[in-house]
Structures are given as C-alpha cells and as structure tokens.
C-alpha cells in the first residue's frame, strides 16, 4: 500500500515558478514508479510527467517547462513547474505504480495509487 500527500499548488502569476511535492508512504519507494498528471474542470485527467528506474517522461505540453525528480531515501517525489502557463492551470495530482518502466505511464488507469490532488491556478 502507497499513500501520497500532494502539497504546494497555489495561485501564481503566468510566467511564474511553482514547485510541487508529493510525500510518499511505504517502505519499496525506489520500487515504483511515480508520474503527474492534472485535471481541469470540465476535462480528463491529463499526463504530465513521470520518473522511474528508467528515466523520465513528459507531456509535449510542459516539456522543457517542468522537470519531474524523485528522492527516495526522503520518499519524496517533486515537480519544479517553470514559465507557467494560464493554461496550466488545474488540480494537480500525484499517482503511483509498481513498476521499474515508463511504459504506458501516460495512462491514468496504469497507476494504482493516487494522491488527493492540489490546486494550481496561474493567472494571466
């Protein structure tokens, strides 16, 4: 079992930074892998980002802009949000599976554990 507790989201200007974290419970942390993934009203939970054993993987939307690292002896997973975007704006979700690959992790329904979000507005 994985517990994940977002935290950081907040109202920010476009063209600020914002840095999210996300706490993990559990004692195989390195063991899994972590990705980001937002919702905004109306629309389906989006990928964002996601690390594992094998690296990273972005969205074309925020590549270049948010860089997605891990901590594992903290069992912290973070996402450092630069050049934001009124278009970013969304709950911001923080989600888990067991697994070494990035296969398929843009896939909401490959992540086993979620976190209970947190809000990140940019305004423009």
């Known amino acids: 079992q994985v517990q994940l507790v977002e935290s950081g989201g907040g109202l920010v200007q476009a063209g600020d930074s914002l840095s999210l974290s996300c706490a993990a419970s559990g004692r195989t942390f390195s063991s899994y892998a972590m990705g980001w993934f937002r919702q905004a009203p109306g629309t389906e939970r989006e990928f964002v980002a996601a690390i594992s054993r094998s690296g990273t993987s972005y969205s074309d939307s925020v590549k270049g802009r948010f860089t997605i690292s891990r901590d594992n002896a903290k069992n912290m997973v973070y996402l450092q949000m630069n050049s934001l975007k009124p278009e970013d704006t969304a709950v911001y979700y923080c989600?888990?599976?067991?697994?070494?690959?990035?296969?398929?992790?843009?896939?909401?329904?490959?992540?086993?554990?979620w976190g209970q979000g947190t809000q990140v507005t940019v305004s423009s």
């Open positions: 989600a888990a599976r067991y697994s070494f690959s990035l296969s398929r992790a843009y896939r909401p329904d490959e992540y086993g554990y």
